[in-house]
């Protein structure tokens, strides 16, 4: 029976490394028989990551590196400690976590969880707690360059609550949800007290070691960026073999766009498919998913229970939306 299953074993990864093979083969030729277009492809990701993702997100991991080195996350979240800490019974760590996720958004979310778990000012329960909904796109990204490229720019203030309460009121109660079911009683909201004789580092060693940090942070994220908007020659060409015409061509390539990286699918997309996008948002394509695992793979956290419960966050969004298609679909 047990030579059964290794033969078995065996031969499955022997298939994972043909079915490998051929599609880093596949790929390559791709690339060699379409040279212009996956290098303009590969640009457009350089020129993302180096005109949006770091002037934006750069600062904020330094930032955050140095607070949570210097032991200061009590002090940064006390205005708000006594809503959060009382409505989600979690430590100041947590909240902290909990706040610069949502307001500097993706990756920060998760690039904080693990630093927070690495630094033991949270457990490893509390980690995967704040995982599971607040690594989030950011608001500035949503109101900035979402909601107008959607043609939603001039909106009411009513309707703008309307797609925010969506993008992030439904994170925020699947938290709750997740807190008092999952995480009721794996969760210690005084776990705080094991960790306040933590050594404190200088403002000059946590500098140096959040600037080392977030670079390499960085980095990755860029070589992600580029690398999945090069693939964006797939759904291209997999449109002019279907011999699709000029708008259905555009859908299409918009909507895998959207699934490999996020933003470069939205601008192909424009305000052709709204819905989708509003639905996708969630989720965040693969790059997401892989940029995500760029921050937690130095820690022992489950990228698959991150896909999972963004899988259930964008099931709830589309609910969300088609319940209220008549708000938002108004002029």
């Not at 032991?71 to 009382?86: A, E």
């Not at 599971?132 to 720019?153: D, K």
Request: hydrophobic share 50%.
């Amino acid at each position: 029976m047990k030579l059964k299953f290794y033969i078995n074993k065996l031969a499955c990864k022997r298939w994972q490394r043909l079915i490998y093979t051929l599609l880093a083969f596949g790929l390559t030729a791709v690339i060699l028989l379409f040279p212009a277009d996956c290098l303009s492809l590969a640009l457009n990701g350089l020129n993302l990551w180096f005109g949006k993702m770091i002037p934006t997100l750069f600062p904020f991991m330094v930032l955050s590196g140095i607070i949570i080195r210097m032991n200061l996350t009590s002090s940064f979240v006390r205005i708000l400690k006594p809503v959060l800490g009382r409505l989600f019974q979690v430590n100041d760590s947590c909240i902290y976590g909990m706040v610069i996720g949502f307001l500097c958004g993706f990756p920060m979310g998760a690039h904080v969880a693990a630093q927070l778990y690495n630094q033991k000012q949270i457990s490893h329960k509390e980690a995967s707690f704040l995982l599971a909904f607040c690594n989030n796109i950011g608001p500035v990204y949503f109101l900035s360059f979402v909601l107008p490229t959607l043609s939603f720019g001039e909106i009411s203030p009513g309707k703008k609550f309307f797609f925010l309460a969506g993008m992030y009121g439904l994170p925020l109660l699947y938290g709750l949800f997740l807190r008092y079911t999952v995480y009721r009683r794996t969760i210690d909201p005084d776990s705080h007290k094991y960790c306040s004789g933590q050594r404190i580092t200088s403002l000059a060693k946590a500098l140096d070691e959040s600037v080392f940090s977030s670079l390499t942070s960085i980095a990755r994220l860029g070589g992600y960026m580029i690398f999945f908007n090069l693939l964006f020659i797939l759904p291209a060409l997999a449109s002019k073999i279907l011999h699709l015409d000029s708008q259905a061509s555009h859908i299409f390539m918009g909507s895998a766009g959207c699934l490999l990286e996020i933003t470069g699918g939205i601008g192909i997309l424009g305000d052709q498919a709204p819905f989708f996008v509003l639905c996708i948002l969630p989720f965040g394509g693969l790059s997401c998913i892989a940029q995500t695992y760029s921050m937690i793979k130095n820690t022992n956290l489950s990228v698959t229970e991150y896909v999972m419960h963004k899988m259930i966050l964008t099931a709830i969004t589309v609910f969300y939306y088609l319940l209220t298609a008549k708000i938002w679909l108004l002029p």
